[in-house]
């Protein structure tokens, strides 16, 4: 009897210690979806191994069950469940039966992650940087001198920030040319390109977006949000043409440039007219900003992600994963995408089923694979300049910002999973 109250005790005293943590991904059993993702990829720099379970509950975490792996979720907040050898078998189990619309798929090494961003900003100026800064994901801020001397080979992912491709300058002219910050982030950009050697901020700006084309088709993750993804498009698809009005760099633009455009060096896109006038704040008519005028309330402004076979088309699935299907809109200077101009080949992962408008699309070029997300910041329905920064404290189970994450840990993947 003495015997079998020590072992009471002891089972009652000493921790149980199985063979896996499970991060729930669900909306009811996770306090904080961002910092998930952190934990996930604080577990894979370690050398850890770790599986994303697609479509188990949110598209949950499975990591090997070591106490500095428990130690860290408590720290940064994130709730995770200690599974039995048998548990976790069963849950592998049910996620492989042919039935199920999940797979298991390996998380190997932690992705090296870079973001094309001027210097000066702060992390709240743009979503990713604030994004990866909350859930405690580690990057390195890059911009024209170290694309222009192919410093992107030492990173496997790589986020744009809300740049101008085009040498527009944003197209902030009509409504802030007079500005101190306008004028001097101007003079900033005009700087910089002569230092690299172009007499014209356009012709940098194109030799930036074509480096950058070279790291995706050469194997590398671009993913981009905002006017960076038109403007990226519209910067290649001129070159060698002259679309820029005399304010922007000193001359005239080509009479003619829209017959010039060249939809075949895009990613994304194809069949868009230029907007022409320099105080119009619009690159083109991809975006789908003033179109949507009047169409989608604020209180009905919600794109639906698509659902993918898991099995099959596993990259889609993994970028799709979330608690909800159902996304909050946001806006910003290219909000969304106008569907029928789109490539064939590149698919639409989230869109607004009032109007139709593309949100969240990917495709693969050459090795490599890119993702466009139109909007601002998940959380801050129409960001302006000079508006407060979005404090994630509030927003830890952000759908929308989930779906940034999602990208981050994409070439953590096992590479026999990244089919499509």
Request: with cysteine; hydrophobic share 40%.
């Amino acid at each position: 009897m003495k015997f079998l109250y020590i072992i009471i005790f002891l089972l009652f005293v000493i921790p149980i210690f199985g063979n896996s943590i499970l991060l729930p991904m669900d909306e009811a059993s996770q306090k904080n979806h961002l910092k998930a993702y952190g934990v996930t990829y604080w577990a894979l720099d370690k050398g850890y191994k770790g599986n994303w379970l697609l479509n188990y509950r949110g598209g949950s975490f499975l990591l090997p069950d070591v106490s500095e792996i428990r130690k860290e979720c408590q720290i940064r907040g994130v709730s995770f469940e200690v599974l039995s050898d048998v548990e976790t078998q069963q849950i592998l189990a049910e996620i492989a039966a042919p039935s199920q619309n999940m797979e298991s798929v390996s998380l190997e090494k932690a992705p090296k992650v870079a973001v094309y961003s001027p210097p000066g900003k702060q992390p709240w100026d743009d979503a990713v940087t604030m994004v990866l800064t909350y859930a405690e994901i580690p990057f390195k801020v890059v911009y024209d001198e170290e694309v222009l001397s192919d410093q992107l080979v030492l990173y496997d992912w790589l986020h744009l920030h809300h740049e101008d491709f085009t040498g527009q300058y944003g197209k902030f002219y009509g409504a802030y040319r007079a500005m101190p910050w306008y004028i001097e982030q101007k003079k900033d950009a005009e700087n910089l390109a002569s230092k690299l050697g172009f007499d014209k901020v356009s012709k940098e700006k194109l030799a930036v977006a074509q480096k950058i084309r070279d790291f995706v088709i050469g194997g590398g993750f671009m993913f981009a949000m905002c006017s960076a993804t038109d403007s990226f498009d519209i910067a290649l698809s001129a070159e060698g043409v002259d679309i820029c009005e005399a304010m922007f760099d000193g001359d005239p633009s080509e009479a003619n440039y829209q017959s010039r455009v060249d939809y075949s060096k895009t990613f994304a896109f194809k069949d868009y007219i230029l907007e022409r006038r320099p105080e119009k704040y619009e690159f083109s008519t991809i975006d789908m900003t003033e179109k949507r005028n009047g169409m989608i309330p604020f209180e009905k402004d919600y794109f639906t992600l698509a659902e993918y076979s898991a099995k099959w088309d596993v990259i889609p699935s993994m970028l799709c994963q979330n608690h909800t299907s159902l996304v909050k809109g946001f806006m910003g200077q290219t909000t969304a995408f106008d569907r029928s101009l789109i490539k064939s080949n590149v698919l639409v992962m989230g869109e607004c089923q009032l109007n139709g408008e593309a949100r969240y699309i990917h495709a693969q070029k050459g090795k490599g694979f890119f993702t466009f997300y139109g909007g601002h910041d998940p959380e801050d329905y129409q960001h302006r300049v000079g508006d407060e920064h979005t404090d994630l404290n509030l927003h830890p189970n952000s759908p929308g910002y989930r779906l940034i994450l999602n990208n981050i840990l994409f070439p953590a993947a096992k590479k026999k999973h990244q089919k499509t």
